[in-house]
């Protein structure tokens, strides 16, 4: 998998692994090989024998990858048999509690009394949530500034000092400052209410431009391109049959994540359109191609 140890997918992986292995009797082991935006490990997957044996946990991160870089060793659309989607994860609008925004209106009304005075941070330039805000901004019809940092905790950082005004981010890393009651969200990016923040509204409640907007990330499975549909759909079998089990809706959701399973032909739909999404932001946003 491309992520290193310890994080979210990390987690997701290691506890999907643990369904499969015991749907297909066989022993399933996740080896990390992070680094380059996910191209070394999906590298080894793309080379791999298409038996079913060698598999690779994609993600909106693969479709910004794709669209980022000027060259790849190999088409992210191509290359891979998609199997199934493992996880939806949300995105949120977070300022400090207690300033001068209560709603997301308030932010975008005074976004659009002071053309290119908001500031949005979020994590490094070519992240989805650096992309999401780019979009969001563009959706919204906004001038505002989304200044990148070098991760999490130091956007936060430079929200609480006032630096930037807002940040747009994953949800999961932010929860502890949210129900600690230090930042608070003014909005999810998805299609409807995140089930962890249900008193939260999606951004497309706000209406007007933001009527159909719609960003979270996610993540699934996918093996090397030639493996027979009938591999493909024995696994896709198993991963739904794990996804749809009670202890692992209930892991990943302690892990701020939404088990959702999918058929292969919705996977590929989901990384063929987030590929074409994120390639038009980049270009309009005028970020570099790396």
């Known amino acids: 998998m491309p992520n290193g140890p310890g994080g979210a997918a990390d987690l997701t992986a290691r506890l999907m692994a643990q369904k499969l292995a015991s749907g297909l009797g066989l022993s399933v082991i996740v080896e990390n090989h992070p680094g380059a935006g996910g191209i070394v490990a999906g590298q080894l997957v793309a080379r791999a024998e298409p038996d079913g044996h060698t598999l690779l946990l994609i993600s909106s991160g693969t479709a910004v990858t794709q669209a980022l870089f000027k ?28 300033g001068r925004f209560k709603t ?43 200044v990148p940092f070098n991760g999490t905790p130091p956007a936060i950082t430079a929200l609480r000092g006032g630096d930037v005004d807002a940040v747009l981010d994953i949800l999961g890393p932010l929860m502890g400052q949210i129900t600690g009651g230090s930042l608070l969200p003014l909005a999810v990016l998805g299609a409807k209410r995140a089930q962890q923040l ?17 960003v979270t990330s996610w993540n699934g499975l996918a093996a090397p391109a030639k493996t027979s549909p009938a591999i493909v759909d024995r696994l896709n079998r198993e991963m739904l049959a794990g996804l749809a089990q009670p202890d692992v809706k209930r892991k990943l959701l302690d892990l701020n994540l939404v088990a959702q399973g999918s058929t292969p032909a919705q996977l590929e739909s989901l990384l063929t359109s987030d590929i074409q999404r994120w390639s038009e932001v980049i270009a309009k946003a005028r970020i570099p191609r790396q």
């Open 198 to 214: 249900p008193s939260v509204p999606s951004a497309r409640e706000s209406g007007g431009p933001l009527a159909t907007f719609d």
């Open 71 to 98: 060259t790849l060793p190999f088409d992210s659309t191509t290359a891979f048999a998609p199997i199934s989607q493992m996880a939806s994860f949300d995105l949120a609008i977070v300022v400090p509690a207690g």
């Open 104 to 146: 997301l209106a308030d932010l975008l009304g005074y976004a659009r009394a002071n053309p290119g005075k908001l500031n949005i941070g979020t994590p490094q330039i070519g992240t989805t949530q650096n992309l999401a805000a780019e979009l969001f901004k563009s959706a919204a019809g906004i001038d505002a500034q989304v």
